[in-house]
């Protein structure tokens, strides 16, 4: 039973919670006219204390093709929320207000706290460096909707994979299913941290590389993300290193024909734009489905459903 | 008959056009999915000049909740509404594109010279430190939620007394009926204006204390406010006074079982948090009902009605 | 058939389409009440990495009063798409979640790009000094309401001709239709440019005055600008000049009756307040005019229709 429940990190809900979520979020993206008014009279305050333009898009065009609406704020500055009040105070005042509450905040924790004085459902739409759920369950929705299982994968996550949060969540979250297997391709200086594989082990095998070109002919799921300058000693070291980790047209000649490449977005240059056009490029609709899987969420914790 | 009319101050409305707006939210909140389409196919303009998020939401929320629209801004900066444009000429503008505005500036008046050029109603919801009328509203429609009749009541209005524009109107508005007694509970330095004092003469019946603490057991009503430090000429006198005026659990046990507490919130720590459980305080529910009064009040300016 | 196309510059439209938006949005003025719902379910997303108000209004406004819903930002702070990310991938991610998308920006251009990259169709909504084909479309509609033909009509247009971008494309639009005569009324330093001019040769006449007194008693509209103070070479220049180019009620009195006085908006001091209730001062109706023509593009580049 998912009505009146909060999202605040991933592992919140069971495999069978998941599944539950991923067949509304399909059956909309396959009849979405059935579901245009299913929300209506609800009402959704998106709370951005930090900007996020696309993650605010997305939930809030997930609640107005429902039927719904949307209030809120997608400034910290603008916001303010009061003098001096606390955020405890803000939340129970706002989920006086409203039916559902969508919060995003640079600090760590701040999601819990506004569930634990919220009378109605909280989702966590990124807090600090800690979680970001819905691009988890965008991502599994993604790897369902193209491989049709969760079982049975051999999967490549490249970039950053020190200080990637969606990667942690991702592989973590995958690692539930049966059979999985991981190939962490990054810079030694950006490797997978100790913590996150001592969690997997057990549960799924895993690989380490720092070329992508090599193993990118294996894979069931490349996971593509961004490597920033900032994280390296120095220029030299960058330019040294970069090009491994970037997505060209040629690289992807090497895959397999059913290999997905997904990526969180924004993407700066780790892919190059020739290879969008290929059918194994879902990034772009990996998004739309962040919708529709924000769509099927809002509905269950909502406990809303559609007249059949 | 209020449909086509402004509310720019709390007096603009007789005592029995005020019972009408209280007793449509009273029906709103006893049965709220029969209003969920009355204002279809409506649009609002919320045009914060000055930043109020909560102000905002609540107006936001009850347009929301009535199945109407909103547009606007809630920030001086991404408005500007134009170079140099003249508030009058943003008002005809505006009120060709909506049927109801609703305003906040920092500027006393604004309220009133926006309702002399709009063509549509427009409700103030704060010019500078002159008038706040819905909140006023708010105000009364819990006195009378929860004491079921605005005659025959002790209030004991209790922090600065000497700025606080919603304590004057609310003592003001609670002057309009009948047996009623008021408390001013105050420091010296922030004691209860004469020209307000003059203005009930005759019609309340008020004393002055300095502590909270000896009257409590007395109250029917308890309306708190804030203590701002900037206020007091040294910080000696503040950490000196601020205690009297700092509502606490203990202090509450010489209250009336049915007295309520009230406050217009953002709360600071006027009151402590160890008082929000105690059935007595009401200032959460008061912040909702606030809602619901804003919805019957927009009902009623558009003219607006539930089929039955 | 316009479903489905974008609006970069007026002239991407055929004067046989644009009657088509025309009879819409008349059709629309007439009986609003028949399109509340056609949008139901659409929604529409609003990028303004450019603040202006008026025209953000004046889209939302449009979409809200055909059931439809909006979102967007209003602010190149807020929004701050992504981290680097480039405006052809936020244009492909944004139109993964709405039906039309509504631009500004600041740089010339940007609506081309976007809708080259868009699977939905792009509004552009004012791109640097280049496009704003939407104020060319109000201007339309608001000659045809009152003067029932665009053919056979004296224009004058006033102020600063040599900046004016909506003026440019009223004068391009406008010398598409029968026997159309131009007055171009400004000081010499601000005056008409010369690829303007070669643009109409041959297709409509024109003539060329510093006076507005002198031309007005012969004109069927009068097109009022802005004449900016920071254009001239000194402040003397600008005071000797400017009174020429101000419309008051005196000089509005050789105007003939049925002439009609129009402006973009925001106005600031070229038409004196006192002209506002001439019934031939038409810029607040040109205001509301252009939501309606915003309507009736939404409606054709969607491809809703009402059910008759």
Do not use: W
């Not at 299982?149 to 690692?175: E, Q």
């Amino acid at each position: 039973m998912l009505k009146g429940r909060d999202l605040i990190e991933p592992t919140n809900f069971t495999v069978e919670e998941l599944d539950e979520i991923f067949a509304l979020a399909n059956d909309i993206l396959n009849d979405e006219k059935k579901y245009v008014d299913v929300c209506h009279g609800k009402l959704l305050a998106s709370l951005f204390y930090e900007p996020s333009t696309r993650t605010k898009f997305s939930f809030d065009a997930a609640m107005y093709r429902l039927g719904g609406n949307v209030l809120g704020f997608s400034d910290p500055n603008t916001s303010s929320t009061s003098k001096g009040e606390s955020l405890a105070d803000t939340t129970v005042v706002v989920s006086n207000y409203v039916d559902i509450i969508v919060a995003r905040h640079p600090r760590e924790g701040t999601a819990k706290l506004m569930s634990e004085h919220s009378r109605v459902p909280v989702i966590n739409a990124g807090d600090g460096g800690h979680q970001h759920p819905t691009q988890t369950l965008t991502d599994l929705l993604t790897i369902q909707y193209y491989k049709h299982d969760f079982n049975n994968l051999k999967i490549g996550v490249c970039g950053d994979l020190m200080f990637g949060r969606t990667i942690h969540s991702l592989v973590k979250a995958m690692s539930r299913y049966e059979n999985i297997e991981f190939v962490f391709i990054s810079p030694k200086e950006l490797s997978m941290p100790e913590y996150i594989k001592e969690e997997i082990e057990g549960k799924a095998k895993y690989s380490e590389t720092n070329s992508l070109d090599e193993v990118i002919g294996d894979l069931d799921v490349l996971y593509m993300s961004r490597v920033q300058r900032e994280r390296f000693v120095n220029e030299e070291e960058y330019l040294r290193l970069k090009d491994y980790f970037i997505l060209t047209k040629e690289k992807l000649e090497k895959a397999k024909e059913d290999m997905i490449v997904m990526h969180p977005l924004p993407r700066v240059n780790e892919i190059s734009t020739d290879v969008d056009d290929d059918k194994r490029a879902v990034y772009f609709m990996q998004g739309r489905l962040g919708m529709y899987v924000r769509m099927a969420l809002i509905m269950k914790l909502l406990g809303v459903e559609v007249d059949d």
